[in-house]
């Protein structure tokens, strides 16, 4: 297929990603608007990934997978129960020692190769994220796949060099058997934020999907294999809550890793208190956004756009608490209001689309359930009426102003398109708000002084903290938060150390 670089329709980008791994595969096509569904390459019902093979479960037992923007079943998905994971977990004991000792540089070669073949499937690979999650076509595209890609050859990159950055005589060794347990909202990049450092480390591991999103994993599974990562390596179990815990609580794993739910989260952790597991957190967020009055407005507008719409807000690390300095409050609003005028909401598979479906009917349910919460409170709710399909998961972008800090939606994480506006006056009141969290995953702050910038920076008690960005990741950047957003950290050097001894 030929790649088109400029469009009759002005509104389709002919750009490309900016990641030098992103260049794009020829088999991208940037003429026509809508992405062709079809080229997911969908069965109509998937087993489970155990010691490379496609397993059935032991209860006979399959799920639907649907598509959250029509509502329209893709896919069954196997329901994986305790005796599934106990095979999964010994596939993957077994499958040790063959990994942890084989040549580093081999090991290597193998993740370089899954890194490559992302790359080659980047275009299927997203056109099935976006159909399972909902997500825009152009973010699974530009964003999700590209960020896979890019772990599995960030950390490809360490496997035959972690001996050298120890002390002398140190050998690298890895936890063992890793249990690992991941949410709906970036199903295949949160797989290998997983995977591919603990592949790295030479440990096996046994993952489980969100029940909602189960398809890019399982089809992972299939890259896996070709680029010879061998049978028992990675397993791949699915199924909801229950198979979660089953994985969480088998006695023969090592190191669980858990991506998900503050409350899930606590559970997981009392679960594990005195035996010995190794444990990795990353829980929710409830970022300060911070705005100064010398901020580029025009700039912070596009920036509070991304941090609190992308991905329809269902991220753990999104701006959906802005802080505006009180004296270019107004101004800002005003300007706020007016960008999301054109913020494209509808089908997901169309290039043009800035924020698709929410990814499920509970998630749905939950965002608005605060809105109404918000409306109670006394905040008023604003943003442009928008025509929302008529069937799937859909919330328009919405904004709250007069916010107090007590408020429900000023506190809880909503996990949709929604943002809390409060205001401070001077810097000092910015970091007491901004630190009033229960949470302290990430923030962002707007300003055009670095001196302001950085003495923030350093009182902002946040794992990540943008500056003039937001929601900008990197593998090669670490990530992870404070208090109960959890503990450990994953991306970069940092990412390691979970999974090595
Ligand atoms: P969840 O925490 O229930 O689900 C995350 C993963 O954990 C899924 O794979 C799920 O099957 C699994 N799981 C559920 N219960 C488990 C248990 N007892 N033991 C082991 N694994 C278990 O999150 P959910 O219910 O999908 O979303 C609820 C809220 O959680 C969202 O509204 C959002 O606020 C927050 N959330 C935060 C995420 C983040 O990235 N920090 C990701 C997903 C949800
Ligand atoms: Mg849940």
Redesign the pocket.
């Known amino acids: 297929m030929t790649r088109v670089q400029e469009s009759s329709d002005p509104r389709v980008e002919p750009k490309r990603p900016v990641h030098p791994l992103a260049a794009p595969p020829e088999s991208w096509d940037y003429a026509t608007s809508i992405e062709d569904a079809s080229l997911a390459n969908l069965r109509d019902r998937y087993d489970l990934w155990i010691d490379g093979e496609w397993v059935k479960p032991a209860k006979k037992l399959w799920f639907e997978s649907i598509n959250p923007s029509t509502e329209q079943t893709l896919s069954e998905v196997a329901h994986a129960g305790p005796t599934d994971v106990d095979k999964a977990v010994r596939a993957a004991r077994r499958a040790l020692p063959g990994w942890r000792d084989m040549p580093a540089s081999h090991r290597a070669r193998i993740l370089f190769a899954v890194s490559r073949l992302l790359q080659e499937r980047s275009r299927e690979l997203a056109v099935l994220e976006t159909l399972d999650n909902g997500k825009p076509i152009r973010e699974s595209r530009d964003v999700d796949v590209v960020l896979a890609a890019q772990h599995f050859f960030y950390y490809a990159g360490w496997t035959d060099k972690l001996d050298h950055v120890l002390p002398a005589g140190r050998k690298a060794e890895p936890i063992g058997v890793c249990g690992q ?6 199903p295949l990049l949160m797989a290998a934020w997983k995977l591919a450092p603990a592949l790295a480390g030479g440990n096996t591991c046994v993952l ?5 999103t189960s398809l890019t994993a399982l089809r992972l599974a299939e890259i896996l294999e070709e680029a010879g990562v061998p049978p028992g390596v990675v397993n791949i179990v699915t ?7 089953a ?2 609580n088998h006695p023969d794993v090592d190191k669980i890793a ?8 606590k ?2 952790q009392k679960s594990l208190a005195g035996t010995g597991k190794r444990l990795t957190l ?4 409830k970022a300060a956004h911070l705005i100064f009055d010398d901020a580029p407005l025009d700039q912070a507008v596009e920036g509070i756009i991304q941090g609190i719409y992308f991905n329809q807000g ?3 690390c999104a701006g959906s608490r802005l802080l505006v300095q009180e004296s270019v409050e107004r101004q800002l609003i005003d300007l706020l209001l007016a960008r999301m005028q054109n913020i494209r909401v509808g089908n997901p598979l169309d290039k043009n689309t800035d924020l698709g479906a929410i990814n ?1 009917e ?2 749905l349910a ?1 965002i608005e359930s605060y809105l109404e919460i918000g409306e109670h409170e006394g905040a008023t709710r604003r943003g442009p009426q928008c025509e929302l399909p008529a069937s799937g998961y859909w919330c328009a972008p919405t904004l709250f102003t007069g916010v107090t800090p007590t408020m429900r939606i000023a506190t809880e ?3 949709g398109p929604v943002l809390s506006v409060l205001t401070f006056r001077t810097p000092d009141e910015a970091i007491e708000k901004a630190n009033n969290s229960l949470y302290g995953l990430s923030a962002g702050i707007w300003s055009d002084k670095g001196s302001k910038v950085f003495r923030m920076i350093e009182k902002l008690r946040a794992g990540v903290v943008w500056a003039n960005t937001y929601n900008k990741f990197d593998a090669s950047s670490p990530f992870g938060g404070y208090k109960e957003s959890g503990f450990g950290r994953e991306g970069g050097w940092h990412g390691l150390f979970p999974y090595l001894k």
């Open positions: 347990v991941i949410p709906w909202n970036f489980k999907p969100a029940e909602t199924g909801a809550g229950e198979t979660g815990a994985l969480v858990f991506t998900g739910s503050t409350d899930v989260g559970l997981i990353e829980l929710g967020g269902q991220v753990c499920s509970e998630q939950k994480e909503i996990f």
